[in-house]
């Protein structure tokens, strides 16, 4: 029997995190239990190949949702990382904070001392950032994040016709004005994907006092309402790791809520039906999946400069032994290397619209491939209403849990779409895109009205893969509330929850950023250090916001 002061579950984007931290003054031992293997290799560390484990079982829980039934019945893939490092090992690198707002709006739903001013310190503590805004990033911590080259035109041109178009220009969407059009930062260094397997784990494990666990966990362990250990199998036997002190659940948004059900806490009548004693009665285990949709706005492009000559297969090669020798070239990087961050309309006060640019016509997975030099820009909705839930489908642990987003459920995410790819034409048009623009691929100029725009979401809208919220942080007299501010399972001691999955609400953007923060943020909660002190910086907010949507 193994036994440490905390046990970590998932050695994912905040559980590398939570080990690196709870570890760091060397009085506190860690052990980590991760069923997925290793990242070694070009597959998950050179940045261009960032399509390949995303849909490579050896490194991805393989889950899908249910039909959607606002889709027509289609049933999305949604990825889980499911090896050293979690889904920062398979994501497509992009780095985004979230707004202000939406932390502020966590504190006041009751997530108390979450807020922006609360959350900043941490943001700024985990980070390393090149070129960032002076004041509110930070340039010493182990999380590296870059900005891309834009050495292709046509990432200054998708700026400049933001510009163009009368939106605003930032300089750093992750410092104090995230509104705008500008760079886009990756979590790349030294040309490699710099995961939090990278920056967090690989460091602590050189510790005496953390070891990493290869296994499968079943359940938590909990006698007399406290966790005491985690039911873990590997090498075809079972056996229980220890913990003195706290189990951390750090598993997923998908994996977090399931394991809690099988431990006993969750909705009382859906665990009974399943056998489970009843631990704690949380109805809220589950609720509250949310998720950003994405759809790919592509164009035909006159001149041969975009990724299109780079996707045959002698190209290819040329840029796998390039990166393998020097990590330089088109493998060093995601090419998602220009962003913006909109506002739908007048009266929304801050972004609630994102785009990822990307020179190519692609599929995010790298399936269909564009026939032509393309171009295209991702856009999508940030603050959805619809919701989800994640269930178990059987109380045998291997088997994958029932997930249904409830996708596109609020007629306003119909309405918001549409919006987006009007918005999106509107952006193409502009001058400066006039000596590449040649004709629309995706969705077609044929496709104008709103039903014909409806009938295009619905069939090809595709998950952005940022799945948050179903073991909500909130209130402790909030029955739908899964853990507290402190990040407590409500009704069991000695449990905590830290990952995505206790999001009140969805940030803008993507979710990698803000899930280390959640890591980050826990550990001095766990170890009950003083907080960092909240920062007093003010974000900007567009002064026209009430009158204009630029």
């Given at each position: 029997?193994?036994?440490?002061?905390?046990?970590?579950?998932?050695?994912?984007?905040?559980?590398c995190?939570?080990?690196?931290?709870?570890?760091?003054?060397?009085?506190?031992?860690?052990?980590?239990?991760?069923?997925?293997?290793?990242?070694?290799?070009?597959?998950?560390?050179?940045?261009?190949?960032?399509?390949?484990?995303?849909?490579?079982?050896?490194y991805?829980?393989?889950?899908?949702?249910?039909?959607?039934?606002?889709?027509?019945?289609?049933?999305?893939?949604?990825?889980?990382?499911?090896?050293?490092?979690?889904?920062?090992?398979?994501?497509?690198?992009?780095?985004?904070?979230?707004?202000?707002?939406?932390?502020?709006?966590?504190?006041?739903?009751?997530?108390?001392?979450?807020?922006?001013?609360?959350?900043?310190?941490?943001?700024?503590?985990?980070?390393?950032?090149?070129?960032?805004?002076?004041?509110?990033?930070?340039?010493?911590?182990?999380?590296?994040?870059?900005?891309?080259?834009?050495?292709?035109?046509?990432y200054?041109?998708?700026?400049?016709?933001?510009?163009?178009?009368?939106?605003?220009?930032?300089?750093?969407?992750?410092?104090?004005?995230?509104?705008?059009?500008?760079?886009?930062?990756?979590?790349?260094?030294?040309?490699?994907?710099?995961?939090?397997?990278?920056?967090?784990?690989?460091?602590?494990?050189?510790?005496?006092?953390?070891?990493?666990?290869?296994?499968?966990?079943?359940?938590?362990?909990?006698?007399?309402?406290?966790?005491?250990?985690?039911?873990?199998?590997?090498?075809?036997?079972?056996?229980?790791?220890?913990?003195?002190?706290?189990?951390?659940?750090?598993?997923?948004?998908?994996?977090?809520?399931?394991?809690?059900?099988?431990s006993?806490?969750?909705?009382?009548?859906?665990?009974r039906?399943?056998?489970?004693?009843?631990?704690?009665d949380?109805?809220?285990?589950?609720?509250?999946l949310?998720?950003?949709?994405?759809?790919?706005?592509?164009?035909?492009?006159?001149?041969?400069?975009?990724?299109?000559?780079?996707?045959?297969?002698?190209?290819?090669?040329?840029?796998?032994?390039?990166?393998?020798?020097?990590?330089?070239?088109?493998?060093?990087?995601?090419?998602?290397?220009?962003?913006?961050?909109?506002?739908?309309?007048?009266?929304?006060?801050y972004?609630?619209?994102?785009?990822?640019?990307?020179?190519?016509?692609?599929?995010?997975?790298g399936?269909?491939?564009?026939?032509?030099?393309?171009?295209?820009?991702?856009v999508?909705?940030?603050?959805?209403?619809?919701?989800?839930v994640?269930?178990?489908?059987?109380?045998?642990?291997?088997?994958?849990?029932?997930?249904?987003?409830?996708?596109?459920?609020?007629?306003?995410d119909?309405?918001?779409?549409?919006?987006?790819?009007?918005?999106?034409?509107?952006?193409?048009?502009?001058?400066?895109?006039?000596?590449?623009?040649?004709?629309?691929?995706?969705?077609?100029?044929?496709?104008?009205?709103?039903?014909?725009?409806?009938?295009?979401?619905?069939?090809?809208?595709?998950?952005?893969?940022?799945?948050?919220?179903?073991?909500?942080?909130?209130?402790?007299?909030?029955?739908?509330?899964?853990?507290?501010?402190?990040?407590?399972?409500?009704?069991?001691?000695?449990?905590?929850?830290?990952?995505?999955?206790?999001?009140?609400?969805?940030?803008n953007?993507?979710?990698?950023?803000?899930?280390?923060?959640?890591?980050?943020?826990?550990?001095?909660?766990?170890?009950?250090?003083?907080?960092?002190?909240?920062?007093?910086?003010?974000?900007?907010?567009?002064?026209?916001?009430?009158?204009?949507?630029?």
């Amino acid at each position: 029997m193994r036994e440490a002061d905390y046990i970590i579950v998932g050695a994912g984007s905040a559980g590398c995190a939570l080990a690196y931290r709870l570890s760091e003054s060397g009085e506190h031992s860690v052990i980590v239990i991760e069923y997925g293997g290793s990242d070694f290799g070009p597959l998950i560390q050179m940045p261009a190949a960032l399509s390949f484990p995303m849909n490579m079982r050896r490194y991805d829980w393989g889950f899908r949702t249910e039909p959607e039934p606002h889709l027509g019945g289609r049933v999305l893939a949604t990825p889980r990382g499911k090896v050293i490092g979690g889904s920062s090992s398979i994501n497509g690198m992009v780095y985004v904070r979230g707004h202000a707002r939406d932390f502020d709006h966590w504190a006041e739903i009751g997530a108390e001392g979450w807020s922006f001013a609360d959350v900043l310190p941490y943001f700024k503590r985990m980070e390393n950032v090149k070129g960032g805004e002076d004041g509110w990033r930070g340039t010493d911590g182990p999380l590296h994040v870059q900005r891309g080259t834009r050495l292709n035109p046509l990432y200054r041109t998708f700026i400049e016709a933001g510009r163009e178009a009368g939106f605003e220009i930032t300089g750093d969407y992750n410092g104090s004005k995230q509104e705008g059009f500008g760079p886009m930062e990756q979590t790349i260094h030294m040309g490699r994907r710099w995961s939090a397997a990278n920056a967090y784990l690989k460091p602590a494990l050189k510790r005496k006092n953390v070891s990493l666990v290869r296994g499968f966990a079943r359940r938590v362990r909990i006698e007399n309402q406290r966790a005491d250990g985690v039911e873990v199998e590997a090498h075809n036997s079972i056996q229980v790791i220890k913990a003195r002190r706290e189990v951390i659940i750090s598993a997923s948004s998908i994996n977090s809520p399931k394991l809690l059900m099988l431990s006993g806490i969750g909705p009382a009548e859906e665990l009974r039906r399943f056998g489970i004693e009843v631990v704690a009665d949380r109805p809220g285990v589950g609720q509250n999946l949310q998720d950003h949709l994405e759809l790919y706005i592509q164009q035909a492009c006159r001149k041969p400069i975009t990724l299109h000559s780079s996707l045959n297969l002698f190209s290819k090669a040329l840029i796998g032994i390039e990166w393998l020798l020097f990590k330089s070239g088109l493998g060093s990087t995601n090419h998602f290397e220009a962003a913006a961050f909109v506002r739908s309309g007048a009266g929304v006060d801050y972004p609630d619209i994102q785009y990822h640019f990307l020179p190519a016509a692609i599929r995010y997975d790298g399936r269909a491939v564009a026939k032509v030099h393309g171009f295209q820009a991702h856009v999508g909705p940030m603050r959805s209403k619809s919701r989800g839930v994640v269930r178990l489908a059987s109380p045998d642990p291997k088997e994958p849990p029932r997930i249904r987003f409830n996708y596109m459920s609020h007629e306003e995410d119909w309405a918001d779409f549409r919006r987006c790819i009007r918005l999106t034409r509107e952006i193409f048009a502009q001058p400066v895109f006039a000596p590449y623009c040649d004709h629309e691929i995706s969705p077609g100029n044929h496709i104008q009205s709103d039903e014909a725009l409806d009938d295009f979401v619905r069939e090809h809208v595709e998950t952005a893969y940022h799945p948050c919220g179903t073991c909500r942080m909130g209130a402790r007299d909030d029955p739908m509330s899964v853990v507290d501010p402190n990040l407590n399972v409500i009704g069991v001691e000695g449990l905590r929850v830290a990952d995505s999955s206790i999001f009140p609400r969805i940030t803008n953007g993507n979710l990698n950023a803000p899930t280390i923060m959640v890591g980050e943020k826990a550990a001095d909660h766990i170890l009950d250090k003083p907080l960092l002190p909240p920062s007093n910086l003010q974000p900007w907010i567009n002064p026209r916001w009430q009158d204009s949507d630029r």
